[in-house]
């Protein structure tokens, strides 16, 4: 994937120096805009839930330059959210969360470069994860 890997790391590493608890504030940011995805995860989100989507963006910009590990393991994921009730057009809604909490961390060292890379990479992640999501379909 061609994306700012130091940026996307540094602004990753800066985010979440400054908000210990960057995942608890996005389920809080994403069932305030888009109430209608609280019941997916089940009314609650447990702590686990919120350390392994961490996890997940952590191992993502570890492999940015592997892109055989990036189709399988995100195409995997996508097929696993089919089963969880995700479709396409909440990618955007997650994406829309993620990214406000993250500007709400970094507060005044936000820019529009940083938002830029994270809409990129967030972009990438998810139609890896779509594709992945149709062909576990399709199959
Ligand atoms: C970059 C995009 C995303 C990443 C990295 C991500 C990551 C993860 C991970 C690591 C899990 C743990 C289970 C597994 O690996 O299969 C998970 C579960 C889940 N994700 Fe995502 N996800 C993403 C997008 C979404 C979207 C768009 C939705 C739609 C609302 C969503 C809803 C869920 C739900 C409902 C679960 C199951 C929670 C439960 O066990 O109750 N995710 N996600």
Redesign the pocket.
Known sequence: MSLDRDLLTRSFDLVLERAPNLTERFYEI?FERYPS?RP???GRV?PA?AR??R???AA?LAHLDDGAWLTET?GA?GA??VG???TDA??A???DA?IAAMAEAAGEDWSPEIEAAWIAA?GA??SL?QDGARRAVAA
Request: hydrophobic letters at 60%; proline letters at 0%; a positive charge.
């Open positions: 994403l995805l997916l995860f089940g447990k839930q392994m989507l996890e997940a963006l993502v995100l994921m696993r959210h969880y009730g995700v909440m990618y809604q997650v994406g993620l967030y992640v998810a994860m």
